[in-house]
């Protein structure tokens, strides 16, 4: 809150809720005339799919009209907040059974967790739910919980998956629900960041007069419903992206991160103490390999990297092999929140001391595990795993089972980056530069000493098929000659750069079959005993 005296503009936020495949076209075209008009950024909160009270689908690719209005929405300021997979629960009336009115986390009639739904079927509802969106350019970056209330597991298992939620959060307390009514963001029992919902919405109870007289009583307020009203009343409008690019609220009158810029750093303490180790370990600190390998990722990976992963701001990654973190530092200077695992215990204090003098070690993670075929994080808890010049060094033998943790941690429509790593079907080795040690074949191995044995590279029809076919290449618009070249199985060029992204496993996509035509077949069951109940 704003004390006397301070000079410090309050924030406010503005937030256009329950967008859905069924939203007011025309209202919702006048709201972004409005908000286009003043300049103002928001939040929209987001629905996958909409289901009707009848039971009805409508998606997303099926409303065209409603779904250019969200891409502009994106397009002249907004971002957008994934708000649950349906907004309601399968057929359970709670109470109407259509999207938009129903709770989709809890038993709202009977105030208790419905009965048999816990986090693991939350955050299959919630993985799918955004795959959905991603797939037709919309990007969320945040989480609004529909009608704020789920249980405390649920809670933490989505905000492992969105560190950043909009709204008043409900905890329990014995069998009463509270809800978290504060005027400005707070990191809650669950770890994520959340922006406070602390005005309500306009109804006939709760008129733009009664929200402008809250604002007078508030100096940190959620969201405004008369522009110019709040502007009068001082407030200035916060852009919520200042909130997705950083692991906590950006300070007050902080610069934001320009992508284009070089790296500069900014912790000379940290910088000594980087110098320092980098020198104990007879490494040279202004080596472009060891002080100025994360400004070479910025100019060179960082382009790939955001045109690859548009939405990556804000989402959890994975890098396999940081060494000394350089791009774990690229990675968390465009937003994302980092957790990094190394093999070798060496590079984890160096690695820790880079972060910090370019201050972006609060979001990043460095891990130290004896073994990458065996990750001790949750099954898709990760947006994206980031490979850079990595697998390669991995043993033959391993390469298969580190490609399958990848899959198990990757959840569904997230991606697998695979840079900087050294093509075997290349003539000269991309890392050592020997000539032909590539085409060397592996039994020479077992008649050569350890130290003599050839770094090789790695086929890249071995990625693929360590990672399976329910995954599809993403690849940027190219000439037949360049898909030729690129090709994800063979790739004639010294480093391999490949893109995937994760789809349904059969048995997830059998699952999902089952339970949809259970769902069907139960529903019009019922729909006969209806009608034979009338009777």
């Known amino acids: 809150m704003v004390t006397p005296g301070a000079t410090e503009l309050p924030k406010t936020i503005f937030r256009l809720e329950d967008l859905s495949p069924a939203a007011d076209i025309v209202s919702l075209g006048k709201t972004l005339d409005v908000l286009e008009e003043c300049g103002v950024p928001f939040v929209m909160t987001v629905v ?6 009848d039971g009805v689908q409508t998606t997303w690719r099926q409303a ?63 993985t799918e739910g955004r795959a959905i969106l991603e797939d037709v350019g919309i990007h969320p970056q945040g989480w609004t919980t529909p009608h704020y209330l789920a249980p405390g597991d649920v809670y933490a298992a989505v905000s492992r998956l969105y560190p950043l939620a909009l709204e008043r959060r409900k905890y329990a307390l014995g ?86 810029a070089p790296l500069a750093i900014v912790d000379q303490a940290a ?37 690859s992963l548009p939405w990556i701001s804000g989402r959890a990654v994975l890098e ?16 994302a929140h980092v957790t990094a695992v190394e093999v070798d215990p060496k590079w984890v204090e160096l690695a820790r001391a880079n972060a910090a003098r370019y201050g972006v070690a609060s979001r990043i993670d460095f891990v130290q595990l004896a073994d990458t075929r065996s990750l001790p994080y949750l099954d898709n808890a990760f947006d994206l795993v980031s490979c850079n010049s990595v697998l390669e060094y991995v043993p033959h033998a391993m390469r298969r089972g580190v490609l399958a943790e990848i899959d198990r941690v990757l959840r569904p429509g997230g991606r697998v980056m695979v840079v900087g790593t050294s093509n075997r079907m290349w003539p000269r080795e991309g890392h050592s530069q020997k000539l ?37 290449r993403i690849a940027p ?39 949809a035509v259970a769902s069907a077949v139960k529903t019009r069951v019922a729909g006969i005993r209806r009608r034979f109940a009338r009777r």
């Not at 996958?48 to 009270?53: A, E």
């Open 48 to 53: 996958p799919l909409y289901v009707s009270p």
């Open 64 to 126: 065209p009209h409603q779904l250019a209005l969200v891409k502009r929405a994106q397009a002249i300021g907004g971002t957008s907040f994934q708000h649950g997979y349906t907004h309601q629960y399968k057929s359970l009336k709670n109470p109407t059974g259509g999207s938009l009115i129903d709770w989709e986390f809890w038993d709202k009639p009977n105030n208790l967790r419905i009965k048999g739904f816990f986090a693991d079927e939350a955050m299959t509802r919630i």
């Open 175 to 260: 069998r009463a629900r509270r809800g978290q009514l504060l005027p400005y963001p707070v990191k809650d029992a669950f770890g994520a960041w959340v922006l406070p919902e602390n005005a309500g919405y306009i109804h006939a109870g709760n008129r733009p007069a009664d929200i402008l007289a809250l604002a007078r009583t508030m100096k940190a307020l959620q969201r405004p419903w008369v522009v110019s009203g709040l502007q009068a009343e001082g407030y200035e409008f916060a852009n919520p992206k200042d909130y997705v690019t950083t692991s906590a609220p950006r300070a007050a009158g902080a610069p934001p991160i320009d992508s284009a």
């Open 271 to 307: 910088n000594a103490r980087f110098r320092a180790i980098a020198t104990a370990m007879n490494l040279d600190p202004d080596h472009l390999w060891v002080g100025g390998y994360a400004d070479f990722a910025w100019k060179h990976s960082r382009p790939h990297y955001a045109s």
């Open 320 to 335: 396999l092999g940081f060494n000394i973190g350089a791009t774990s530092i690229m990675l968390a200077m465009l937003g």
């Open 436 to 472: 032909l040690v590539n085409y060397l074949p592996r039994f020479v191995d077992h008649v050569l000493p350890p130290a003599a044995r050839p770094q090789r590279g790695v086929f890249p029809w071995e990625l693929r098929a360590g990672l399976g076919l329910s995954y599809r």
């Open 477 to 515: 618009p190219q000439s037949l000659l360049q898909r030729v070249k690129m090709n994800e199985l063979w790739q004639v060029s010294k480093w391999i750069k490949l893109t995937f992204e994760k789809g349904e496993n059969r048995s997830d996509r059998a699952a999902r079959l089952t339970s």
